[in-house]
């Protein structure tokens, strides 16, 4: 059994990791059907992984041939599953990230093609000569009887001149400017876990490493440092200890009864050797595991439960 355990493990990770970009393609203008249908396939795998890997923890001691058989085949379909999805992914082309502002439909004003000073002083001098020679026709041709139309004509010649001189002050009047406004004051670093239009910060990954003793003898404990990162901003690191996970966990639990089967499992309590690096490094690797889905569940990552949890 454990052997599968760890094909588990390390298909469940591919499978979430997978699953995060999906969802951030999923945000753009471009989503197809295709991206839908695997984001949605891969969260179903993702669920039947986490069960196979509960029942694997209840049946460690067992070699069943059937329970061997029924993890094969599961496997084996979420293999399929993920195959699909990093097709889909590979396929379509990075766009321009969601926190550009700069998106538009209007083309791009190249540079070379404004004009340069000393040319727009000419074109004025220019235009300024043929305004008097435009004048000095008008007043004959008025007092000759000229007819409508090219009375119409000579003011629309006018009214392109005047366009020409307002020209350079336009130019002249230009200062470069920031793209993107520079927010003052200080704010409280936060992460948004609410996926839509208005809010394009979520979380992208979250790890449970440094493992910090604290205290010496009896009442010492383990306290982790648990990060959350999102696509944009500054990540969130707040110091946890075992029991805080246990609170989480039960308090998901209560509110989130339908999702009991699907939260994964804390690693058990040991009274004997708890301090030893490797009881810890493998505590560290489940815990990290269990908060790695909590927080970028779609469902859960988003409860003011988990929310309250990683507040600075």
């Not at 340069?116 to 001098?125: A, L, V």
């Not at 020409?164 to 406004?181: A, D, I």
Request: hydrophobic share 30%; aromatic share 8%; proline share 5%.
């Amino acid at each position: 059994m454990s052997i599968y355990q760890t094909e588990v493990n390390t298909l469940l990770e591919q499978c979430q990791n997978e699953w995060v970009k999906l969802e951030s393609l999923g945000k753009e203008d471009r989503a197809t059907n295709a991206i839908s249908q695997a984001s949605k396939d891969l969260r179903e795998a993702i669920k039947r992984l986490v069960q196979l890997q509960d029942n694997l923890d209840e049946n460690k001691l067992e070699t069943s041939v059937e329970m061997d058989r029924k993890a094969k085949i599961v496997m084996d379909d979420v293999r399929k599953k993920l195959e699909f999805a990093s097709n889909v992914t590979t396929k379509v082309k990075p766009t321009m990230s969601q926190s550009s502002p700069l998106v538009s439909a209007k083309p791009l004003v190249r540079l070379n093609k404004i004009p340069s000073r000393d040319r727009i002083i000419e074109e004025e001098e220019k235009a300024e000569d043929s305004d008097k020679d435009t004048s000095s026709s008008n007043g004959q041709e008025q007092c000759s009887g000229q007819p409508l139309n090219s009375l119409m004509t000579n003011m629309d010649s006018n009214i392109s001149s005047n366009k020409k001189k307002s020209l350079f002050p336009l130019l002249k009047g230009l200062r470069p400017s920031q793209s993107t406004p520079i927010k003052t004051g200080e704010e409280v670093a936060h992460i948004n876990f609410y996926k839509n239009d208005e809010n394009f910060i979520y979380a992208t990954d979250a790890v449970v490493e440094h493992p910090l003793r604290i205290g010496a003898g009896y009442g010492s404990y383990i306290c982790y440092s648990c990060t959350v990162y999102s696509d944009k901003g500054t990540p969130i690191t707040v110091l946890k200890r075992y029991s805080d996970f246990v609170e989480l966990r039960e308090e998901l639990i209560k509110n989130y009864s339908y999702l009991k089967k699907s939260i994964p499992k804390l690693p058990p309590k040991k009274v004997v050797g708890k301090f030893t690096p490797t009881f810890v490094e493998q505590r560290r690797r489940e815990l990290e595991y269990f908060f790695k889905y909590v927080v970028l569940h779609p469902t859960l990552g988003a409860s003011p439960a988990v929310r309250r949890w990683i507040a600075p």
